[in-house]
């Protein structure tokens, strides 16, 4: 069975919504189940949890006790039952070009740099490739796909 992630700019990404306090993202990871915390604080900056099936990685950044940005790291097995979608596709399984040019074809105004981090700055989203992880590579050499999302109130 195959769970879906949505990205919600503005609101959040999943059970996660932006400005939820430390208490009620705890309550969001229980309700969603497929998450375990694998590192947080009493008072936290950051919440790290794992997909332990897939190897995705999330972490929670709150600021004053509210939640303030989601990063997703790609999942680590290739046959992960777990989708991460934004706009309808498919962030980490869809090849990097492909998924910029289409967020362009629906009017999102990108702002791409030569370090490997894509910026969508209206939506306060960013994408990137820089694993150090054995992700798939096309013929040159370089990451196919994003490994890597930023989802936040501010960039």
Do not use: C
Not at 23 to 43: C, F, Q, S, T, Y
Not at 44 to 70: K, M, N, W, Y
Not at 94 to 123: K, Q, V
């Amino acid at each position: 069975m195959t769970r879906d992630l949505e990205l919600l700019p503005h609101v959040g990404a999943g059970p996660f919504r932006l400005g939820m306090s430390v208490g009620e993202a705890h309550g969001a990871v229980r309700e969603w189940g497929l998450l375990r915390i694998v590192a947080g604080d009493e008072a936290p900056g950051q919440i790290a949890l794992t997909h332990d099936e897939s190897r995705l990685d999330i972490v929670l950044g709150f600021t004053r006790g509210a939640l303030s940005g989601v990063e997703l790291f790609r999942f680590q097995r290739e046959d992960a039952g777990i989708r991460v979608l934004f706009d309808g596709l498919d962030v980490f399984r869809t090849p990097s070009e492909d998924l910029l040019a289409r967020l362009a074809e629906r009017g999102h105004g990108i702002e791409e740099n030569d370090l490997g981090f894509d910026a969508l700055p209206e939506l306060k989203v960013i994408l990137a490739s820089q694993s150090s992880h054995e992700h798939p590579v096309d013929e040159e050499g370089d990451p196919l796909y994003y490994d890597y999302v930023l989802l936040a109130d501010w960039i």
